[in-house]
């Protein structure tokens, strides 16, 4: 009787192996916000590093675990971009930026070279000719990788920045936009390091700030998108540094924030905040107003703890640095273009609708 009742138990598992063997990536596909509001995007995969890529192991899938973690995976993720097929994170813990390249499966580290060393980055940008920006807060300074990794330049000479955190780039303009956090302003400068102007003070009057954090530039009008973490506000500037608007409170309230960080601008020029204190993401529309939230605190995917980074690509996907949870959550904004050409996608996410 024992001798049979091994024989089901060894195959039952076996089974559970190949199941999981022969589906590495996980299939999310939770549609925000829930029914009955209208739906405006969807999760569609989460990072952690290797372990995306790995095989999972007969205990892993007998349990319902993670893939191996061996390898480079996140540790505490700051800021994000993307460029390609690359979701670039920097990370605290590691020193490093993290590529991973998911057509590769393949993930490796930037700033581990005996040039362009990384202390503490915080923030990511790219541009056109695919080099990626750094904002290295302990160094008080800005590196620049080319497309392979490898150190170039730096963006400012040494000693203009105090705490240099946020960086977003004008594509249009070739500018790129620093936040100074403990100087109290962005500093501008072309993409070969030449400084064109500063913008703002420390104060709580518009177009001043109080230990800013996080930019986003809208691709639609060139504005840029403050988040003046201290002053509980986000404030909008056109290119120039031109003071447009402000919204934004502190308190516990829908539109309020308590420690807001990350911030991104999709195609429509909804403006993306995340806040670290509830865990969530406030959508405001470019008027600042709100339309919607999601998140909240938890491990479960759709869920954060300590939320930093955003960044929004042109294709309207959604970075999101889930840092204590040690991952990347990434989303799909429904746009027209997007919902045209994946209408059978968009057709089974929505169907609860």
């Not at 993409?191 to 800013?212: A, H, I, M, Q, V």
């Not at 002053?231 to 309020?256: A, E, P």
Request: charged share 25%; proline share 3%.
């Amino acid at each position: 009787m024992l001798k049979k009742l091994f024989k089901v138990w060894f195959w039952a598992i076996v089974i559970i192996v190949l199941v999981g063997c022969a589906e590495k990536k996980e299939v999310i596909n939770i549609v925000i916000p829930s029914p009955p509001n209208e739906p405006r995007m969807f999760l569609e995969a989460v990072y952690y590093g290797d372990a995306n890529f790995k095989e999972k192991s007969f205990i892993d899938n007998a349990l319902g675990e993670l893939a191996d973690i061996s390898g480079y995976n996140l540790a505490k993720p700051y800021g994000v971009t993307a460029n390609g097929d690359s979701i670039y994170v920097a990370d605290t813990a590691y020193h490093a930026v993290f590529d991973i390249n998911e057509k590769l499966k393949k993930v490796s580290l930037i700033g581990k070279g005996s040039d362009g060393v990384l202390d503490l980055p915080i923030d990511l940008a790219t541009d056109d000719e695919n080099n990626l920006y750094v904002s290295d807060a302990k160094q008080a300074r800005v590196l620049v990788y080319n497309k392979d990794g490898r150190f170039i330049r730096v963006i400012g000479e040494k000693g203009v920045y105090n705490k240099p955190t946020g960086i977003a780039i004008n594509s249009v303009s070739n500018k790129i936009y620093v936040v100074d956090t403990k100087d109290h302003n962005v500093k501008v400068f072309t993409l070969d390091g030449k400084k064109l102007f500063s913008f703002g003070k420390r104060g709580t009057g518009e177009g001043e700030f109080n230990y800013p954090t996080n930019v986003a530039v809208d691709r639609r009008n060139e504005n840029i998108v403050i988040v003046d973490t201290q002053n509980f506000r986000v404030q909008v500037f056109d290119k120039d540094g031109k003071f447009i608007r402000k919204f934004g409170k502190i308190g516990d309230g829908l539109g309020m924030f308590a420690r807001p960080k990350g911030v991104g601008i999709d195609s429509d020029g909804n403006i993306y905040v995340a806040d670290a204190a509830f865990n969530n993401i406030q959508v405001f529309n470019d008027a600042g107003e709100l339309l919607t939230y999601f998140g909240g605190t938890g491990r479960k995917a759709g869920e954060y703890t300590l939320i930093t980074g955003i960044y929004i690509d042109k294709n309207d996907r959604i970075y999101v640095v889930d840092s204590f949870n040690r991952r990347v959550q990434v989303y799909q904004y429904f746009t027209e273009i997007w919902k045209k050409n994946n209408p059978v996608k968009y057709k089974e996410l929505i169907k609860n609708y």
